[in-house]
């Protein structure tokens, strides 16, 4: 109990430094940054450091995204709270449970089994009833669920997949880490108009942003980087 009294104290304290600070001003994702428990979706030997201002290793090479970096792709989904949203990258879950509380519908989807299995754990101990965790490669969606809202992609890619941007619902947006293996720029992809997949001009539909610099885990997939 007094346990969680600390958590609390340090992740309200983690969303005023590392969050707000830095100009996050959806209140709607500060709230969410606010109620979900990093501390039990990092590894027993990390939690100390849950609510420290960085990435944390999950396993298997892989890793929970910095706090400020969540808040940052969640603003940029510009969600309402109806919305039908699909994460490429469940990893830990901890997106996913931030995401589940500013959306409708959120799908997520892990390549890793032992990764997936002990997120969908976890996001049902918690009750966060409105998220899906799926196996697979993500770098193709989830075209059984579509169309989707907002699009986030917690790996690196090498370039914006286009069957993700297909996906999308008009005025949807895909947030995406896109360049080299180890380092990427942040984009913003938002459809502005409605055509086909096999269309001639099909980029021609999206208006693309340049956000940020990010180094994330490369996303490994058809549509991304080989193993
Ligand atoms: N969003 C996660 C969280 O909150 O813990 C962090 C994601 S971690 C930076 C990137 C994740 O993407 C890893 O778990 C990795 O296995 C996964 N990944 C990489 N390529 C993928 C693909 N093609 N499909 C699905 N997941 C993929």
């Known amino acids: 109990m007094e346990d969680e009294e600390n958590y609390t104290r ?3 304290r ?3 430094n590392q969050i707000a ?3 996050i001003k959806d209140q709607r994702v500060l709230q969410a940054m606010r109620e979900v428990p990093r501390h039990l979706f990092v590894d027993p030997e990390y939690r100390h450091l849950a609510y420290s201002d960085g990435p944390l290793p999950i396993g298997l090479n892989q890793t929970i995204s910095q706090p400020y970096i969540v808040a940052l792709m969640s603003e940029l989904l510009e969600l309402q709270g109806h919305e039908k949203v699909l994460e490429i990258g469940c990893g830990s879950g901890y997106q996913a449970a931030v995401l589940a509380h500013l959306a409708g519908e959120v799908h997520t989807i892990e390549r890793h089994p032992a990764l997936a ?3 969908a754990r976890l996001l049902v101990d918690l009750g966060l009833a409105n998220v899906h965790v799926h196996m697979g490669d993500g770098s193709l969606g ?3 669920h579509t169309p989707y809202d907002g699009i986030i992609v917690t790996a690196g890619a090498p370039n914006a997949p286009r069957p993700l941007l ?3 619902n008009p005025g949807g947006r895909l947030v995406i880490p896109v360049g080299g293996r180890s380092g990427q720029f942040l984009e913003r992809w938002r459809r502005i108009a409605a055509q086909d997949d096999e269309s001639s001009d099909f980029f021609s539909q999206f208006n693309q ?3 940020t610099p990010v180094a994330f885990v490369p ?5 991304g980087w080989p193993e």
């Open 10 to 12: 340090l992740r309200h």
């Open 14 to 16: 983690m969303v005023k």
């Open 21 to 23: 600070n830095r100009q």
């Open 117 to 119: 299995r002990h997120a």
């Open 142 to 144: 989830l075209p059984e």
């Open 166 to 168: 297909g996906q999308l």
């Open 209 to 211: 942003e340049m956000i």
């Open 219 to 223: 996303l490994i997939g058809e549509h």
